[in-house]
């Protein structure tokens, strides 16, 4: 099985608004990872998680704040965000350090008004 | 960082029609990837060739890793292969995390 899901599916939240991204992967991957995709843009990394220990913040405003409960599961909450912060976020996950091939689930298409 | 770039950006084919699609890097890679992103934005697993040839049904790519370039080939068209195929690569500095090129945008008609 090489299913990532996420939920929801489509998010509409107001610019004081708090909510969450989740993903959840059952592959036995320890390597996860969140992506926001702008309309026409490639996905640019926000966040990788390596055993469950943040390891790669690119420089993500505070407003952004991701969670790795266990394994399976990786969180992203979303606090005063900005309606620039529109976009199809998606999440990812990898074996390991040694076996990096990265698979994708549907996505959330998040906006802010 | 490692520079990705994917030509042509927009392509457009009619139905039964073979193309390929071009990745260069600008550096050694541990991870290549293409992907297959679907009009609802689902990305999908293409190949992982971080080197060599690699076939499934209608498509088959090349990594020519000291080369620094994968194709993409795309034989006898068909209209759901429209959609943007992306080439992500992961370079070899011990840093978990994909670069994606630009994308090429396919559009087969029938």
């Known amino acids: 099985d090489t299913e990532v899901t996420q939920t929801p599916k489509h998010l509409v939240m107001g610019m004081t608004n708090k909510k969450s991204l989740k993903c959840e992967q059952h592959?036995?991957?320890?390597?996860m990872y969140w992506y926001k995709q702008k309309a026409k843009k490639p996905p640019e990394l926000m966040f990788v998680?390596?055993?469950?220990?943040?390891?790669i913040n690119e420089s993500v405003p505070s407003r952004f704040s991701p969670e790795c409960p266990n394994s399976s599961l990786l969180n992203l909450h979303l606090h005063a965000l900005q309606p620039e912060d529109s976009a199809l976020y998606l999440c990812?996950?990898?074996?390991?350090?040694?076996?990096?091939?990265?698979?994708f689930g549907p996505g959330t298409r998040l906006t802010v008004l | 960082g490692i520079q990705v770039e994917q030509s042509p950006p927009d392509l457009i084919l009619q139905e039964g029609a073979n193309s390929t699609l071009r990745c260069n890097f600008s550096?050694?890679?541990?991870?290549l990837q293409w992907f297959h992103q679907n009009p609802w934005g689902q990305l999908i697993n293409l190949f992982y060739?971080?080197?060599g040839t690699k076939q499934n049904g209608r498509l088959s790519a090349t990594t020519v890793a000291t080369e620094r370039y994968s194709l993409l080939y795309i034989s006898s068209s068909q209209t759901t292969d429209s959609g943007v195929y992306f080439c992500?690569?992961?370079?070899?500095?011990?840093?978990?995390?994909?670069?994606f090129g630009s994308g090429t945008r396919l559009q087969v008609q029938p």
């Open positions: 990812a996950s990898s074996h390991s350090d040694s076996l990096n091939e990265q698979f």
């Open positions: 592959m036995g991957h320890r390597a």
């Open positions: 998680y390596s055993y469950e220990k943040l390891s």
């Open positions: 550096d050694s890679v541990n991870n």
């Open positions: 060739i971080p080197s």
């Open positions: 992500a690569v992961e370079g070899d500095t011990g840093r978990r995390a994909l670069t």
